[in-house]
Nanobody
């Protein structure tokens, strides 16, 4: 079993920054990919950013240049961070940490383990 625990999130003004963190425990050594996904009511969950154990990263087009995903290394690769800058109101969502032992996925159903979610609200 794998457990993901998120921290960070909150309320920020447009143009501001936030940092999310997620720590994996349990059988975390099997995790090839860790990712951040987000969801707003009435919309499908979307993958915002992902990172493999080899450091390969991928981003949703709308966050490229603003968000940075990172993974602690070399011995603690089961903590992942999402640094979010120049936040926009449309970034408002519940953000979930996700992970999988499978190859990277661009859709939420490619992930097997989930955190409880943390709210990010961008508003003036």
């Amino acid at each position: 079993q794998v457990h993901l625990v998120e921290s960070g999130g909150g309320l920020v003004q447009p143009g501001g920054s936030l940092r999310l963190s997620c720590a994996a425990s349990g059988y975390a050594f099997v995790l090839n990919v860790m990712a951040w996904c987000r969801q707003v009511p009435g919309k499908e969950r979307e993958v915002v950013a992902s990172i493999t154990t080899d450091g390969f990263v991928d981003y949703l087009d709308s966050v490229k240049g603003r968000f940075t995903i990172s993974r602690d290394s070399p011995n603690t690769k089961n903590t992942v961070h999402l640094q979010m800058t120049n936040l926009k109101p449309e970034d408002t969502a519940v953000y979930y940490c996700a992970a999988t032992p499978r190859p990277p996925a661009t859709t939420w159903y490619g992930y097997d383990y989930w955190g409880q979610g943390t709210q990010v609200t961008v508003s003036s």
